[in-house]
């Protein structure tokens, strides 16, 4: 199975056996983002492994599995993005070799800073004790037509890009992602949070952001689409329906 098959396939694994996960696993997890897709390589980012008896991982809705991978990053611009799309490729990746996963979006470590670096997320991964898969009628996200503005009728290849992206994990399934289409491009925005909790909240948004774009990119890679991802900085000011500009597909040549 590849990363973009696993996107219609995978779901959250909340039930963990405690069989071990290899130890070329785990030290592949703790290098994981050389070849992956759409992130920026100058953000320093570190992984680090907490395995369930280290007791180290604490804190609100929590899934109970045998290991925890915690992604740290340097502050830098589009930094949440940036974590989002490469912890999402990881996801990708562990599915394709059997490995159930959840996003620990409440979990808390001791120490949250590491070398310097920030803590974005906390992955839950190990053995399923529980369906590793799900048919894709099984998903449950809102339709495209409601999360996609278009001025042009949707071309071939924005479809075939878009709907994985509906596809994407977000907190507590949130979807927080709007799309407007255009001729060649696809621009992805961002709901704006309320005023309590802005900043924070702004964060976690745009982390899932990540996400959805990691969709796109390993879909743009499967299908030999020639896509750039770019800030316009003539959309920066741009709102859409309550929601802030974070970033631009652009199409080449279709
Ligand atoms: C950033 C983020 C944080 C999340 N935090 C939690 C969490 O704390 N606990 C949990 O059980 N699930 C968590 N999830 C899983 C989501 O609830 C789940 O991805 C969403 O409901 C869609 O379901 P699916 O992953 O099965 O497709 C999180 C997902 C994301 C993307």
Redesign the pocket.
């Known amino acids: 199975m590849t990363k973009y098959e696993a996107i219609f396939r995978?779901?959250?694994v909340?039930k963990y056996t405690n069989e071990k996960v290899e130890e070329g696993i785990l030290q592949e997890i703790q290098g994981f983002g050389r070849d992956a897709v759409g992130v920026r390589p100058d953000i320093r980012i570190k992984w680090k492994i907490y395995q369930a008896s280290d007791h180290k991982v604490r804190g609100?809705?929590?899934?109970k599995a045998p290991y925890y991978a915690a992604l740290y990053s340097e502050d830098s611009e589009d930094y949440h993005m940036n974590a989002g799309c490469l912890m999402q490729q990881l996801v990708l990746h562990l599915h394709t070799i059997g490995i159930g996963t959840?996003?620990?979006?409440?979990?808390r470590l001791k120490e949250d800073a590491e070398e310097g670096l920030e803590l974005m997320?906390i992955l839950a991964f190990g053995y399923p004790a529980e369906p590793l898969e799900r048919s894709r009628s099984d998903?449950k996200r809102m339709e495209l037509k409601k999360l996609i503005k278009a001025n042009v009728p949707v071309g071939r290849i924005q479809k075939k890009l878009l709907e994985p992206a509906r596809l994407a994990?977000?907190?507590?399934?949130q979807q927080p992602w709007r799309f407007v289409v255009t001729e060649n491009r696809i621009h992805l925005f961002v709901r704006r949070p309320g005023p309590v909790g802005y900043q924070k909240q702004l964060n976690?948004n745009l982390?899932?952001a990540g996400?959805a774009l990691s969709h796109m990119l390993i879909t743009a890679e499967e299908h030999w689409f020639d896509l750039n991802y770019q800030k316009l900085d003539s959309i920066m000011e741009k709102a859409v329906q309550n929601h802030l500009y974070a970033g631009s597909l652009i199409l080449g040549r279709i």
């Open positions: 995978r779901k959250s909340r609100l809705f929590q899934v959840c996003y620990q979006g409440g979990a997320m998903f994990p977000s907190a507590l399934n976690k982390f899932n996400i």
